[in-house]
């Protein structure tokens, strides 16, 4: 099970790396008009952090708290962290030598924030009448 879950958290982030590749800069800072609706700015911030989060939180085999390494938030710099976190995630479930029930759970629980952002930014995307990555197989 536990490679399964590995496997479907990769293709997500290969699906964002195929989005913010096709992403407009000008895309980035846009919002719709809906009540506490956020930027994909935001979103993939909170991705990135994500990543970075639950890599150290399985590393450590307990949830350490939340952070991101991002301090400029243009293209280019999504573009390289969203990789960048991809390879944290990649090192950290790497380094293991022993899987707990609690490395599985936040295993999981990062696959599942993964997929919630996707649909946010799917419904993001659609109210910008803007096309998605055919990776995004939920679009």
């Known amino acids: 099970m536990r490679e399964s879950v590995i496997q479907q958290i990769e293709g997500h982030f290969h699906?964002?790396?195929d989005f913010v590749e096709t992403l407009q800069s000008e895309d980035l800072k846009?919002?719709?008009d809906v009540v506490?609706?956020?930027?994909?700015m935001e979103h993939l911030w909170c991705v990135v952090g994500s990543r970075e989060s639950y890599?150290?939180?399985i590393a450590k085999?307990?949830?350490q708290g939340f952070s991101c390494s991002m301090s400029k938030y243009d293209h280019a710099d999504f573009v390289t962290a969203l990789r960048s976190s991809r390879e944290a995630v990649?090192?950290?479930?790497d380094g293991v030598s022993e899987w707990t029930t609690n490395r599985e759970k936040l295993l999981l629980e990062l696959l599942e924030h993964e997929v919630?952002?996707?649909?946010?930014?799917?419904r993001h995307m659609y109210g910008?009448?803007?096309e998605l990555p055919k990776s995004w197989r939920w679009a």
């Open 36 to 40: 506490k609706h956020k930027s994909v």
């Open 90 to 93: 990649r090192t950290s479930i």
């Open 116 to 122: 919630l952002h996707e649909g946010q930014i799917i």
């Open 128 to 130: 910008l009448e803007k």
């Open 15 to 17: 699906s964002y790396d």
């Open 55 to 57: 890599a150290n939180a």
């Open 61 to 63: 085999d307990g949830w």
């Open 30 to 32: 846009k919002k719709l």
